[in-house]
Each structure stands twice: as structure tokens, then as C-alpha cells.
């Protein structure tokens, strides 16, 4: 008899659930287990507060050498960088550079950054000084003082990474939901499609719409989640990685994509560049969807989506 088998563990900082359908409990917690021990993996490759994670020491090398990484931390930059390009910059992994530093976004934040200050800090941010050479698989980030970090598409790619081991372990059926950022293939127990809400930004706990999902990631940025308000002015925690400012206008934005890496990079981007701009983009895109809700509560939808 099939049944469902969960288990949530924070990892990455995120609240993870490992979902696996199977008739063997046993065989389904060895599943959950593995899965976990490979987004452990994955964090201590990607981490930046790690002195000994490659990622520390690409940063700590900026300005002065290339980086010898792994190909797996390689193939990973390669990709955000193509997705930098696709999003015209919107998606840029050397937003380290400005990130921390400036914005707090626990309740105690009183007032916006100085912008000179971040306009300094600015400068360090732009996806082109990040240069790969693929003959000695090095990474080199041009600038002293630039960083990169793994914050738009980690969570994603870990997703990602978990499924197909679990789906190389001869698991058919399962999901592995990252804090929101979710991957989900196969059925549930009963044979019915895996459902999704969307999650009403005015009432997270209440979805306004479900989905029927199968061999499919969705991926959602939502200011309802970490946001300050200064001068009556709500500001999410998504940072356009042009101005160094937060994103205000947009109160969330659901990706729907085969692949939870690109719907994870992608929900970043999509809030930041303009509703217009996001829909134009994403309706070029094979394979690749999406739901905007503004802040007046009005709902735009890439062209293939039927909300029910």
C-alpha cells in the first residue's frame, strides 16, 4: 500500500520538506536521509560563512587571482551567469557586494541606506567581471571587494539536486519543497496529481488559486514574508541588483518551471524588472510560467496559464 512519508529539517537556513510515496517505511526514511545528506552537501559547497567552501575563497581572491572550483560550483556559475544574461542583469549572483551590509530587514530598520554609500558598493555588482575560464576551470571575479553568492538559486539547485537522487534511488513519486521554492514529480499515494497552492500575499496561510502539478518546480518571492516599512513605505527583502534598493510595487511573484534551479533564479528577476518587462521575458521562454501580484492586487499571467 503507498504512502506518503515526510520529514522537515532546516537546511540552508530554509525549512526543507522531503516528501517520498512508497510501501516501505524504512526504504522511504533511507530515501529522506539521502536527500538530506545531499543538501548538506550542497550547502557546504555553496556556503559563504564557511572559511574552508570554495565560494569563501573565489571571494576572498577577488582582485588578485583566478580560483581553481570544482566542476559542479563551475557549471553552476556558468548557468547563473546565462540566466544574468537572459534577465539583462536582474539575476546577478555578484550582488554580494551590497547585500548584508545595508539591509536589515528584522523590524528595527528605521531608515533607507545612505545611497552614496550604496552607490560605492554598486560598482562591485555587475555579472560581467565574473570571468570563467573553461580550459583550467577557474573562476576570477575581476574587482577587489566583489563577492558572489549563491542566495537567487541555491535553495533551487538543491531542490533540484535532491530530486534526482531520490529519482535515481528508483523513487517515483515525491517532493522536495525548499521553504516555498518546491519540486514536485510523479502522484500523490492515491494516484491524483500533486496540487499547489498560491499563496494569497494579503493571507499566506490561504491560498487564492491551486495548480495541479506533476514533474514540475514552482518557485515564489513574496514581500510578505521579510519586509520592513519605513516612512509608510513597504519595502520587500529582494534587492534590484541595480539600484542596491529593495522592490516595492510587487507583492509576489510564482514561477512555474520543469527545472527548480531556473524557477528559483528566475522569481527574483521577475519581481524586480517591471510587470510588462517580466511578461514579455517569461512568454519567450520555453517551458517556463509565471503569476504576478502587484500591489494593487491585480493578478497578470504569462500566456499559457488557466487560473482556475
Known sequence: ML???KRSQK???NAFEITVVSDNENLANQHIDA????IRRIERLLTTFNDESQTHFINKNAGIKPV??????F???ERSLRISKITDGYFDISYGGIDKSFWNFDRQMQQLPDPELIKKHLKLVNYHNIILDHHNQTVFLKEKGMRIGFG???KGYAAEMAKRLLQNRGVESGIVNASGDLTAWGNQADGKPWTVGIADPDNAGKPFSYMNITDMAVATSGNY???VVINGKKYSHTINPKTGMPVSGVKSVTIFCPNAEIADAMATPVSIMGIDASLNMVNQINYLECIIIDDQDNIYSSQNINLK
Open 3 to 5: 504512502r506518503e512519508f
Open 152 to 154: 537567487g538559486i541555491g
Open 75 to 77: 557549471g553552476l556559475i
Open 11 to 13: 537546511l540552508m537556513g
Open 68 to 73: 581553481k572550483v570544482d566542476g559542479e560550483i
Open 35 to 38: 536527500a538530506i545528506d545531499e
Open 225 to 227: 514574508e521579510k519586509f
